[in-house]
């Protein structure tokens, strides 16, 4: 799910923020499975606030993004249309551009 109110690409792949586009969820994935990784992840970047040096800090990123793959966030993407993996590409400069256009600006604004 998307942070609140920021714009999703009308495929459900990307949101927008920061002037980019971020990998969504994978839909499929089991509820249960959702949760576990949303929860690894979470504790993952409590462990990285509290690292005390770099090898914990290491770790925990590791953590993170072990996390964000098994929710399809980073890594192989979670659709089979053959479509490339557009994240962290600016929706005008990406094959949403029209989608982004048409957008209000203050829609593109949250995004």
Known sequence: MPPKD???TPDGRYFVS?????RMTDPTLP??????AIKRMMRARMAE???????????ARADIDAAKVTLGERGPVWWDDGAPDEGGVAPQ??????WW???DAECRAKG
């Open 18 to 22: 920061k002037g980019k586009l971020w």
């Open 93 to 98: 400069a990406s094959s949403y551009a029209a």
């Open 101 to 103: 256009a048409d957008l």
């Open 6 to 8: 920021h714009p999703q």
């Open 31 to 36: 509820d249960d499975q959702r949760r576990a």
């Open 49 to 59: 606030r509290s690292a005390v040096d770099d090898a914990a800090v290491q770790q």
